[in-house]
């Protein structure tokens, strides 16, 4: 069976002035259906833009994203439209992705009219559905967006995911702007909308703590690249690349009779690409080879793969 | 004596009082987490000690002593020479806080010689030594930098350097590596961690993240809607959380060392949220406690003291001894069938697999 999503060597560079920020650079990787992925990494590594680029909300300048067997890469704005309907975004400010002036019904009944689905009836069936579906209270329509709390806002950007019935959601930091007794309803509800609708999800998140929960198989991002990727389970039992490992150590655990180490590595994430290996100049086991010689992903387990030479 | 005890205040903004009848205490030397979710009044109460509140809030009553002295009290003239010398404050947002024309040798040359009659020179010298000591590399060459040539981890690094410029008893960090990556959180919190024990000073570690509590601090309060719900030592709070919010907190949270995963468990919800409770009377928690009765609608339930610990709820009594906790653990609070996941304990059974 082909994958949802297929991406191979994708590329998204960003021009300012006469520098080019390789944000992404070279990434492949599959969705299966019913498949959640988790993407991970630190703010600037790319993994929004590789969303976005998945998308189409920003131009790539190399490689191809397949979409249920179709190539969408190139596709122009009328070929693209009935595409866009599988696959469908959740942001991380819900606030700042709705629009102030619109109640409820326009956000989501504007989606349906685009697309031209269903009569007047119809939409207004589906709307009543899709409101009640993600847990927001009945009258919740007519209503605008700052009447709402942050966790039910982030239920209507949910819902305006979902109207279009999409097959994948690209889920940009769907919890990091919420507290934690918010947090646990909305995975929940993702959870519950996987299982219902037979959805597969993109993650895309900071938190490793709850990319371990959510996803079944894990992709560790590090400057446009992605540097390791293995099921959920093996990732956090055995992490390969000097980077994750880094990571899975930073994260504080809420057990405090469980210590956690100093993090292995110095400084911080830049946008200087060395040559050899990106990770080189912070990692602690770098070797001559690795600042010369670029590591690829290559596997190191089943159904695991490590972008080092010493994985 | 404590250090800072924080006695029944209570702070009101036009519409709404964001702060009641909060009371906690440090002593000298400690980290005390403040913790709660967004608008619970961790920050308000930060500013209180500061006495740096914006215009229309207004303390309606209670004490701050610093030191057996009464903060709100204190003239303006002394707040200016107690602020950055005795009790200093770092923000969430770095560069926000930094002046962006400035070099940060001026700045942080600035903070010591408001407090201290010295050369500038000399004041330099010591400005290279606090970022020596803050582990930025280059410190002599880094000095003349803009905040813009940092990243961002380098900038809390450089407001830590001002904040204890001058040896202040009490660091007060409202949310210090929110804005940071993962891996730069640790080294700044292990930074924050050493410099206090280094130079004797006790920090109020105002947090939402659990883990940056159980890692970083000694003991916690728990604020709910302007309320300390809950204060008592690290180990026992997370072993054994005694208010209803706590224990919702913990069962609510994912743990990174936590086995758990979504197609054989369920995340236990704390249902509705702190705005359809902040405006109710009684118990700012009880529409969302899961064992409230009548009672709680009526009456704002007090901070009561149970040896080390303190908790404001009639319904959960003094805290059991270590063997009556493991009885306890499915008695008080029994969750609903939908709450698949146990409310307490979630510690001692799966997350450490």
Same mark, same amino acid.
């Given at each position: 069976?082909?994958?949802?999503?297929?991406?191979?060597?994708?590329?998204?560079?960003?021009?300012?002035?006469?520098? =080019?920020? *390789?944000?992404?650079?070279?990434?492949?990787? #599959?969705?299966?259906?019913? %498949?959640? +992925?988790?993407? !991970? /990494?630190?703010?600037?590594?790319?993994?929004?833009?590789?969303?976005?680029?998945?998308?189409?909300?920003?131009?790539?300048?190399?490689?191809?994203?397949?979409?249920?067997?179709?190539?969408?890469?190139?596709?122009?704005?009328?070929?693209?439209?009935?595409?866009?309907?599988?696959?469908?975004?959740?942001?991380?400010?819900?606030?700042?992705?709705?629009?102030?002036?619109?109640?409820?019904?326009?956000?989501?009944?504007?989606?349906?009219? =685009?697309? *031209?689905?269903?009569?007047?009836?119809?939409? #207004?069936?589906?709307?009543? %559905?899709? +409101?009640?579906? !993600? /847990?927001?209270?009945?009258?919740?329509?007519?209503?605008?967006?700052?009447?709402?709390?942050?966790?039910?806002?982030?239920?209507?950007?949910?819902?305006?995911?979902?109207?279009?019935?999409?097959?994948?959601?690209?889920?940009?930091?769907?919890?990091?702007?919420?507290?934690?007794?918010?947090?646990?309803?909305?995975?929940?509800?993702?959870?519950?909308?996987?299982?219902?609708?037979?959805?597969?999800?993109?993650?895309?998140?900071?938190?490793?703590?709850?990319?371990?929960?959510?996803?079944?198989?894990?992709?560790?991002?590090?400057?446009?690249?992605?540097?390791?990727?293995?099921?959920?389970?093996?990732?956090?039992?055995?992490?390969?690349?000097?980077?994750?490992?880094?990571?899975?150590?930073?994260?504080?655990?809420?057990?405090?009779?469980?210590?956690?180490?100093?993090?292995?590595?110095?400084?911080?994430?830049?946008?200087?690409?060395?040559?050899?290996?990106?990770?080189?100049?912070?990692?602690?086991?770098?070797?001559?080879?690795?600042?010369?010689?670029?590591?690829?992903?290559?596997?190191?387990?089943?159904?695991?793969?490590?972008?080092?030479?010493?994985? | 004596?404590?250090?800072?005890?924080?006695?029944?205040?209570?702070?009101?903004?036009?519409?709404?009082?964001?702060?009641?009848?909060?009371?906690?205490?440090?002593?000298?030397?400690?980290?005390?987490?403040?913790?709660?979710?967004?608008?619970?009044?961790?920050?308000?109460?930060?500013?209180?000690?500061?006495?740096?509140?914006?215009?229309?809030?207004?303390?309606?009553?209670?004490?701050?002593?610093?030191?057996?002295?009464?903060?709100?009290?204190?003239?303006?003239?002394?707040?200016?020479?107690?602020?950055?010398?005795?009790?200093?404050?770092?923000?969430?947002?770095?560069?926000?806080?930094?002046?962006?024309?400035?070099?940060?040798?001026?700045?942080?040359?600035?903070?010591?010689?408001?407090?201290?009659?010295?050369?500038?020179?000399?004041?330099?010298?010591?400005?290279?030594?606090?970022?020596?000591?803050?582990?930025?590399?280059?410190?002599?060459?880094?000095?003349?930098?803009?905040?813009?040539?940092?990243?961002?981890?380098?900038?809390?690094?450089?407001?830590?350097?001002?904040?204890?410029?001058?040896?202040?008893?009490?660091?007060?960090?409202?949310?210090?590596?929110?804005?940071?990556?993962?891996?730069?959180?640790?080294?700044?919190?292990?930074?924050?961690?050493?410099?206090?024990?280094?130079?004797?000073?006790?920090?109020?570690?105002?947090?939402?993240?659990?883990?940056?509590?159980?890692?970083?601090?000694?003991?916690?309060?728990?604020?709910?809607?302007?309320?300390?719900?809950?204060?008592?030592?690290?180990?026992?709070?997370?072993?054994?959380?005694?208010?209803?919010?706590?224990?919702?907190?913990?069962?609510?949270?994912?743990?990174?060392?936590?086995?758990?995963?979504?197609?054989?468990?369920?995340?236990?919800?704390?249902?509705?949220?702190?705005?359809?409770?902040?405006?109710?009377?009684?118990?700012?928690?009880?529409?969302?406690?899961?064992?409230?009765?009548?009672?709680?609608?009526?009456?704002?339930?007090?901070?009561?003291?149970?040896?080390?610990?303190?908790?404001?709820?009639?319904?959960?009594?003094?805290?059991?001894?270590?063997?009556?906790?493991?009885?306890?653990?499915?008695?008080?609070?029994?969750?609903?069938?939908?709450?698949?996941?146990?409310?307490?304990?979630?510690?001692?059974?799966?997350?450490?697999?």
């Amino acid at each position: 069976m082909t994958a949802l999503l297929s991406v191979r060597d994708l590329h998204t560079r960003y021009a300012s002035g006469k520098q =080019v920020l *390789r944000a992404v650079d070279g990434v492949s990787f #599959e969705v299966a259906r019913g %498949e959640t +992925v988790g993407l !991970v /990494g630190e703010s600037g590594c790319g993994k929004s833009t590789l969303g976005k680029t998945i998308l189409r909300l920003v131009p790539s300048a190399e490689g191809a994203v397949t979409l249920d067997g179709a190539d969408i890469t190139r596709l122009g704005d009328r070929a693209m439209a009935p595409h866009r309907r599988k696959v469908q975004m959740i942001f991380q400010d819900p606030f700042g992705s709705l629009n102030p002036r619109q109640t409820i019904r326009t956000v989501l009944d504007t989606a349906l009219k =685009v697309h *031209r689905l269903g009569n007047r009836a119809e939409r #207004e069936r589906r709307l009543q %559905e899709i +409101v009640t579906r !993600v /847990g927001l209270p009945a009258d919740s329509l007519d209503r605008y967006p700052h009447e709402f709390s942050g966790g039910q806002r982030q239920r209507i950007g949910i819902a305006r995911a979902l109207i279009l019935q999409p097959a994948l959601i690209v889920c940009d930091e769907p919890v990091s702007a919420l507290d934690v007794s918010i947090q646990a309803q909305i995975l929940n509800l993702l959870v519950d909308l996987k299982r219902d609708l037979g959805l597969s999800y993109l993650f895309i998140s900071h938190d490793l703590s709850v990319v371990r929960y959510f996803a079944d198989r894990v992709l560790v991002m590090y400057l446009g690249r992605i540097v390791e990727s293995a099921g959920h389970g093996t990732l956090w039992r055995d992490p390969r690349h000097p980077y994750t490992k880094a990571l899975l150590a930073a994260v504080p655990s809420t057990d405090p009779t469980h210590r956690r180490g100093a993090p292995p590595i110095k400084g911080e994430l830049t946008t200087d690409i060395t040559p050899g290996c990106r990770f080189s100049s912070r990692c602690p086991a770098a070797t001559d080879r690795c600042r010369v010689e670029e590591p690829l992903l290559r596997p190191v387990g089943e159904s695991h793969h490590a972008a080092c030479h010493y994985a | 004596m404590s250090l800072l005890a924080v006695e029944g205040l209570s702070v009101h903004f036009p519409g709404h009082a964001a702060v009641r009848e909060a009371s906690f205490a440090i002593e000298p030397g400690e980290t005390l987490a403040l913790v709660g979710e967004s608008g619970c009044g961790k920050s308000v109460t930060a500013f209180s000690v500061m006495r740096l509140l914006p215009a229309n809030a207004r303390v309606a009553s209670g004490r701050i002593l610093f030191d057996g002295k009464d903060l709100l009290a204190a003239s303006p003239a002394a707040m200016r020479d107690i602020r950055g010398k005795q009790i200093s404050l770092i923000q969430q947002e770095p560069m926000t806080s930094l002046n962006p024309v400035l070099s940060i040798g001026v700045q942080i040359v600035e903070v010591i010689r408001r407090h201290e009659r010295i050369s500038r020179k000399a004041a330099r010298a010591r400005a290279i030594e606090l970022l020596d000591l803050v582990s930025i590399p280059d410190a002599h060459r880094r000095i003349d930098d803009h905040p813009h040539n940092l990243s961002g981890g380098m900038r809390q690094r450089v407001m830590i350097a001002m904040a204890v410029a001058c040896g202040p008893k009490l660091l007060i960090a409202d949310e210090p590596t929110t804005a940071l990556d993962v891996t730069t959180q640790a080294q700044v919190l292990d930074l924050l961690d050493g410099l206090r024990h280094r130079l004797k000073m006790a920090v109020l570690l105002i947090t939402h993240d659990l883990g940056v509590v159980a890692q970083w601090a000694d003991r916690i309060a728990v604020m709910y809607a302007g309320r300390i719900v809950e204060q008592g030592g690290i180990a026992p709070f997370f072993a054994d959380p005694l208010h209803p919010y706590s224990r919702g907190l913990l069962g609510a949270r994912v743990d990174v060392d936590s086995d758990e995963h979504y197609l054989t468990d369920r995340l236990t919800e704390i249902p509705g949220s702190v705005g359809s409770a902040a405006a109710a009377a009684g118990c700012p928690f009880a529409p969302r406690c899961p064992i409230a009765v009548a009672e709680c609608r009526r009456a704002l339930p007090p901070l009561v003291a149970h040896g080390a610990r303190a908790v404001a709820c009639p319904r959960v009594g003094p805290p059991p001894s270590d063997g009556e906790v493991a009885r306890r653990a499915g008695g008080v609070m029994t969750p609903s069938p939908a709450q698949t996941r146990a409310l307490p304990h979630r510690n001692g059974e799966g997350s450490k697999a």
